[in-house]
């Protein structure tokens, strides 16, 4: 079983860490990741209210995630409003990794 991946303290129940993001003592969004990222190393778990939220904060690992580990990372869970707006999931944003999703990528 894979460890747990570090994540900053303050999580509330319902908006996860997205208090964080707006109410950064004064500075940016991207700098408090930041901060979050020199603190608890270059790969984070976050919740923006009910949805986990993969950090990724170094070239090194981005290149792990997005080369090395690309299939489980390249599905979606389909939600209602992907469902809505991308009309069932048929679009090539929001489709499930499988043969639907490489026949539209080829084309």
């Known amino acids: ?6 994540s900053p303290p303050g999580s509330l129940p319902l908006i996860g860490h997205l208090h964080h993001l707006v ?7 991207h700098r408090w990741l930041h901060d979050v ?3 608890h ?10 949805v986990p939220v993969l950090v990724v904060s170094s070239p090194a690992m981005a290149q792990e995630v997005l080369q090395s580990r690309d ?15 991308s009309y ?5 944003a929001f489709a499930a990794y499988g043969p ?6 080829n084309h």
Do not use: C, E
């Open 88 to 92: 069932h999931g048929s679009g090539l």
């Open 23 to 29: 109410i950064s003592g004064g500075s940016s969004p």
């Open 37 to 39: 990222a020199l603190r």
């Open 1 to 6: 079983m894979p460890l747990p991946l570090p």
């Open 41 to 50: 190393g270059p790969l984070l778990s976050l919740r923006f209210g009910s």
């Open 71 to 85: 299939l489980a990372f390249a599905s979606r869970p389909l939600t209602f409003a992907t469902d809505v707006f």
């Open 100 to 105: 639907y999703w490489r026949k539209v990528f």
